[in-house]
């Protein structure tokens, strides 16, 4: 009887032991992701490239060909979402929704020449039409385009019913 006992509680340690690690391990495995909004992503993005971002904001714009999502932040900047899965597609219903992206942060520049509307052929070549007389235009700045390369979402809100 009193080995019973005993195997019973050596029984009892051993899963409440067992527990209590599977539960450890499963808290060291999440993810750990830095909360920013779009804004805060734009203003420093150098120090988030390639890091793992929560964020939260509306979808202002579901692009129906290429399915990527636009958030804009306070300033007007955009921040695109992509899918991971590159064949994946956001479907426009997301439009106006509040969601929770969880995903990478990266950034890429994109050069723009200058161009004026009454450029010739023969001045678009010419590196010097910016000095020409009635052009005040200088090369467009640089300019990075934010994007976060989505894991997964989740809508938290409707901009609609808010």
Known sequence: MKSKLLLIALAAVALIGCKNQQAKTTQTD?????VVTPTKLVESIANYQDAKVEMEGM???VCRSGGKM?????????????PKDTEEKYDASLERKIIKVYGVASSHVVESDHA???????EKG???????EGC??????????????????????DADAE
């Open 30 to 34: 999440a993810p750990e992701y830095a």
């Open 59 to 61: 979808v202002n714009h």
């Open 116 to 122: 004026c509307s009454h450029d010739t052929a023969e």
């Open 70 to 82: 636009k958030m804009m932040a306070d300033d007007g900047a955009v921040v695109f979402i992509f």
């Open 126 to 132: 010419d590196r010097n039409h910016a000095e020409h």
């Open 136 to 157: 005040e235009h200088e090369k467009a700045e640089a300019k990075p385009i934010i994007m976060v390369t989505a894991e997964r979402y989740e809508i938290v809100g």
